[in-house]
């Protein structure tokens, strides 16, 4: 079977995608592909970025922002892609009062989501991390207010409660609708430059490029996946390789715990993005 690259890309003409956290990585060179496949692409974020884009200010860590964002879009978007994120950050909280790394990676793409998909038409992806695997999520305590702060911990946590998410949206979209995770494998980005964990950049046989990091991402936003699908690296562990549609752990497919944490989630930021 031929391994899935940008060179087996539909024609993504007359469609339009957002694009979170564009400035690089794996999020960049998302747009750019899907740019060149013909899409009208939307990049979101903070500051500007060069290429064939559209650009709009979008703070996913700030729910000000997420709502202007979100209150200025007008007409319908095909393909809305949730992959701004930071990693292994020190604690620090946002303007909401949140924690900063939790608010960035998941609290932002939740509201985002829910107020951007009276626009969406197609589907939705969310970008996890197979570090999922090693969360112990607290559902009594999602924002890190009584439990000692642990950066890495915080970030496993924040990225099994982007899979949970997919499975509850999935459950509550219609009109064929779909809610998908991708995760890159361990990609050589600029996402953990300023941590110890930047070590795994220089151990090429651990990691793949950027460029393939980004494949699942692109593969999850074009091709014919099913609702829910979890989309990563076809190699040893999921680490790198190409495209394929793989299992979140067994802790991700869990329907209970996905609909207390909608139900936790909407209790803390509900309230917050009217």
């Known amino acids: 079977m031929s ?27 998302t747009a750019t592909e899907l740019a060149r496949a013909g899409a009208r692409v939307v990049v979101a974020g903070r500051k500007p970025v060069p290429g064939p884009f559209e650009y709009r200010h979008l703070d ?12 200025q879009w007008t007409g319908g978007l095909d393909v809305l892609v949730n992959n701004a994120g930071v990693m292994d950050v020190p604690a620090s909280r946002t303007r909401d009062g949140l924690d900063l790394q939790t608010a960035t990676n998941y609290f932002g793409l939740w509201a985002l989501t829910n107020l951007m998909l009276p626009h969406v038409t197609d589907r939705v992806v969310h970008v996890s991390s197979q570090l999922h695997r090693r969360a112990k999520l607290d559902l009594d305590d999602l924002d890190w207010q009584s439990r000692p702060y642990h950066p890495l911990q915080a970030y496993q946590d924040s990225k099994l409660a982007v ?56 593969y999850a936003a074009t091709e014919d996946v099913p609702g829910n699908a979890y989309v ?43």
């Open 3 to 29: 391994k899935w690259t940008t060179a087996s890309m539909r024609d993504m003409s007359g469609r339009t995608v957002v694009v979170t956290g564009a400035g690089r990585g794996i999020g960049l060179i």
């Open 232 to 274: 990563g690296p076809d190699g040893f562990a999921s680490i790198k390789g190409f495209p394929a549609v793989r299992l979140p752990s067994r802790a991700g497919r869990d329907e209970a715990t996905a609909e207390r944490l909608w139900t936790a989630t909407e209790a803390l930021v509900g309230s917050l993005v009217p």
């Open 60 to 71: 996913v860590s700030d729910l000000g922002s997420v709502r202007a964002f979100a209150g």
């Open 163 to 218: 899979v949970l998410f997919s499975l509850a949206l999935q459950r509550r979209l219609g009109n064929g609708v779909r809610s998908i995770v991708a995760h890159p494998g361990i990609a050589r980005t600029g996402l953990v430059g300023h941590s110890w964990m930047d070590v795994i950049n220089r151990v090429p046989f651990l990691t793949q490029d950027a460029e393939h990091g980004a494949l699942p991402l692109l």
